[in-house]
């Protein structure tokens, strides 16, 4: 069994900052993928930024240059570190773990930001 963990949501005003942490531990060889989603009210899941194994990175055009991916490979963690964030980041938060023959979620964490 994998178990993967966010935290770090919260409620900031818009031009703040917050980090979220995402630790996946259990039964894990090694770890593909690593990446945050989010999902709004009345909306589909999407994907806001992903880090391979090698350190390639991906980032949704909505949050490019206000977002960064950062990876430890050696503790199984992936950190999303949101800065200038505005209202429309407002969504809950999930980490995924790819793992090759299945990908793994978190319960989610929410961030809200206000006006």
């Known amino acids: 069994q994998v178990q993967v963990v966010e935290s770090g949501g919260g409620l900031v005003q818009a031009g703040g900052s917050l980090r979220l942490s995402c630790a996946a531990s259990?039964?894990?060889?090694?770890?593909?993928?690593m990446g945050w989603y989010r999902q709004a009210p009345g909306k589909q899941r999407d994907i806001v930024a992903r880090v391979t194994s090698g350190g390639s990175t991906y980032y949704a055009d909505s949050v490019k240059g206000r977002f960064t991916i950062s990876r430890d490979n050696a503790k199984n963690t992936v950190f999303l570190q949101m800065n200038s964030l505005k209202p429309e980041d407002t969504a809950v938060y999930y980490c995924?773990?790819?793992?090759?023959?299945?990908?793994?979620w978190g319960q989610g964490t929410q961030v809200t930001v206000s006006s």
């Open positions: 259990g039964s894990i060889f090694s770890i593909y993928t």
């Open positions: 995924s773990v790819n793992l090759g023959a299945r990908e793994y």
